[in-house]
């Protein structure tokens, strides 16, 4: 079968058409013919080894993509049940395991959802890994519930109009009920986060207390940060309410200070979505929470955030890897199988 891959970390000049054999299945996985792939940061990431996010696969070749959306072509003989040859499924996977961009992959069956019946493959693949993050930070490790009562939290989102923002402004909104205050700074992305529901939209790059001052909120209940924490981490803390939580899904690098956090218990959360399968616990609840993306989309409830289609070739791929790194796309980006 086709892949594109990598043998060398380095440039996007490492990405090359490779050829595998078609993989096995055993276990408790599936294998899925691949119809369309996503792309995160993180496939940056794993192209240029950092953090040692490329070893992780010890495997030669080294495959990227960690959104995807196909078919099932065979079962395991240790699979969940939940899946026959020939059902339409979305999944990320795991970061320790070889991705998606080839044409048979495998990944383990109970981190798989049902692909939402209303969606085209392309349209799915941008959900699953963005989507995990925000359910498993909000609900699953901050505990916020899907039957809270009382007046709506307010959450602060560092980064409204990217991947990750684009479906936690919907989750936030139309799933948790909050009052959604979204970091943007140019026009396009402004337009993109009023357009997916948030109440308020501010600029990261100004001073951040004037512009709670001018919305007359003093507080946020929720930090929902979706980039480098460290950059405005310690502006932010104060806008906290006690009792509140901020929530990262990328680690505080370099010397900060969160003593103030203490006097008013302020939980600070980390949120990976790959920690599941890096660590193999609870994988079964990612297939939980995909399937129920799945049917909040078949509701309309929430919408895919596919903003950009590049094809699934070498020189698509290197787009899409300079896309994530232009750090100025909105929504998702997926690459089509054709």
Known sequence: MKALGHTRYGGEEVIEWLDMPVPEVTGHDLRVKIHAVGINPVDVKVRTNWGGFGDLQQSDPVISGWDAAGVVDTVGPNADGRFQPGDEVFFAGSV???????????????????????????????????????????????????????????????????????????????????????????????????????????????????????????????????????????????????FGKIICILPISGAVDTSSLFARSISLVYELMFTKGLFHTGLSRQGQILDKISALVDAGTIHTTLVDIFPWTVEGLRAAHRRIEDRNGLGKAVLEVV
């Not at 979204?182 to 004037?210: M, Y």
């Open 96 to 242: 320790a395991r070889q991705g998606h961009h080839r044409e048979y992959s495998i990944v383990d069956s109970r981190v798989v959802g049902r692909k939402p019946a209303s969606l085209s493959f392309t349209e799915a693949a941008a959900l699953p890994l963005t989507s995990l993050t925000v359910w498993e930070g909000l609900i699953d490790n901050a505990g916020f519930s899907l039957d809270a009562t009382g007046a709506p939290k307010k959450v602060l989102l560092v980064g409204g109009a990217g991947g990750v923002g684009s479906i936690a402004i919907q989750i936030m909104k139309k799933v948790l009920g909050f009052e959604v205050i979204a970091t943007a700074s140019r026009a396009v992305s402004v337009q993109h986060c009023r357009k997916l529901g948030a109440d308020h939209i501010i600029n990261h790059h100004e001073p951040l207390a004037p512009q709670f001052e001018q919305l007359g909120i003093s507080a946020v209940d929720i930090v929902f940060h979706t980039s480098e924490p460290e950059v405005n981490i310690e502006e932010i803390m104060p806008l906290v309410a006690p």
